[in-house]
């Protein structure tokens, strides 16, 4: 007969472990949108011509960094207003788990929308703007549901595609104007980081 050595807690470790994730949250979610908009502030101030410098130009070697300067660069304030209000709630619950997990899940949505414009978007465009991080965060959350099992986020896919699930039309083509190349590999590269940051079960020692 063997004995499996577990972890005690108390309700009190789980009550301030929630809300340490709350915190966490919310200031990962204030620095993303207040950075946003820091830099918007400067580039109307400048008639807009950081978008021009630091936006993603197809196949442009020289310049594909810009897939991390894009995101944050936005066209005009009707822009970045839009965007606003589902990056905030987005980018709330993706943060969740955990800021550092949040970071990894940016960053692999930032290279996998990035690359889908940078390759595919027509020659001469130059993209900017946070949508393709909004798409991520979007297919990240419904896919964390199916991939990590948990009530809570079975949940907040539930709700999300049932109030946001229209968004899927904004990954296809067709829309002048809009980046489908960002929507789409942002919504890939969601759906990718809820597979490579998943949670994997913890083993006992017996």
């Known amino acids: 007969m063997t004995d499996a050595s ?3 807690r108390s309700p009190s470790d789980g009550i301030t472990g929630h809300a340490s994730r709350v915190v966490g949250a919310l200031f990962m979610t204030f620095l993303l949108l207040g950075t946003c908009w ?7 101030a400048d008639d807009g011509a950081l978008s021009g410098r630091y936006g993603i130009q197809p196949r442009d070697t020289g ?9 944050f660069l936005h066209a005009n304030l009707d822009h970045i207003m839009a965007n606003s209000v589902p990056l ?4 709330f619950l993706a943060a969740l788990r955990g800021v550092s997990r949040f970071v990894s899940v940016s960053l692999i949505i930032i290279v996998v929308s990035g690359l889908g414009v940078f390759f595919l978007s027509a020659p001469g465009s130059v993209t900017v703007g946070a949508s393709g991080v909004i798409f991520g965060y979007f297919g990240y959350l419904l896919a964390r549901g199916f991939v990590e099992h948990r009530a809570f986020d ?3 896919a539930v709700v999300i595609a049932v109030f946001y699930g229209t968004m899927i039309f904004g990954a296809l083509p067709g829309q002048p104007g809009i980046s ?4 789409m590999f942002g919504l890939i590269g969601g759906v990718i980081a809820a597979w ?3 949670q994997r079960g913890s083993t006992l020692v017996r």
Do not use: D
Not at 63 to 71: L, V
Not at 180 to 183: D, G, L, T, V
């Open 88 to 91: 905030a709630i987005f980018g």
């Open 63 to 71: 310049q594909i960094w810009h897939i991390f300067t894009a995101p």
């Open 196 to 198: 490579m940051t998943r």
């Open 180 to 183: 489908w190349q960002a929507h």
């Open 38 to 44: 820091a830099v918007e502030v400067v580039n109307y």
């Open 154 to 156: 079975i949940v907040v």
């Open 6 to 8: 577990l972890p005690t």
